[in-house]
């Protein structure tokens, strides 16, 4: 199992971790030939892991994270009725996201159910700096299947969190769409920032 410094992550769900921080540092490299800011990041053991399979397309790197979380997880499954992935806003071959909810819907006994999709083609939420604007294009973007989250304790699953905008918007469909009777979040890390 990685090390692990569990980070409470607040919004509007009942209550949320994260298993650690992303990275412990990053210094400014400059601008690179396509115009994208360039960072030298160190990462948390588990900020590692994630970046080589979400970055790298290592999957190797998942046991260890799905091992990690679900050590966690296991004390407090029975709050749990089902884990809901959140949707990918990317598209990869593999989807980081999914491969990690499969594994620890496995791990600890928990259905994965992919009852939340998005309403329109989405970009990526990162290049979006300003908070407002980022729940903005958000707003409607997210739809669920009441059918699987009526009166369900649904366990909402995110790789990353950085400012919460994506598992608050989720959280709101889920419990006014979803008829879900709680919602708590859950991800592997969070940025130091919530930019």
Known sequence: MAASNP??????????????????????????????????NSYTELGGLLNRLKYKNDQS?????I???????????????????????TYR??????LLANGLGAAI?????????TTRPTTQLKAIEDFAEREKALLGLHAVDAM???????????????????????TNVLLEHGGAKNVYAFTVTRTRSNR
């Open 93 to 98: 071959s593999v989807q980081p996201v999914l």
């Open 67 to 89: 091992a990690t979380a679900a050590d966690f997880l296991r004390p407090e499954r029975a709050k749990f009725d089902l884990i809901v992935p959140v949707p990918a806003s």
């Open 148 to 170: 699987h989250t009526t009166e369900k304790n649904v366990l909402l699953f995110d790789d990353l969190f950085r400012s919460g905008a994506t598992l608050n918007a989720i």
């Open 109 to 117: 006994g928990l259905p994965v159910v992919r009852c939340v999709t």
């Open 61 to 65: 790197a998942a046991r260890e994270i």
């Open 7 to 40: 980070q409470k992550i607040t919004g509007n769900w009942r209550s949320g971790y994260a298993l650690d921080l992303h990275t412990t540092g990053s210094t400014y490299l400059g601008v690179d030939e396509y115009g994208h800011n360039k960072f030298d």
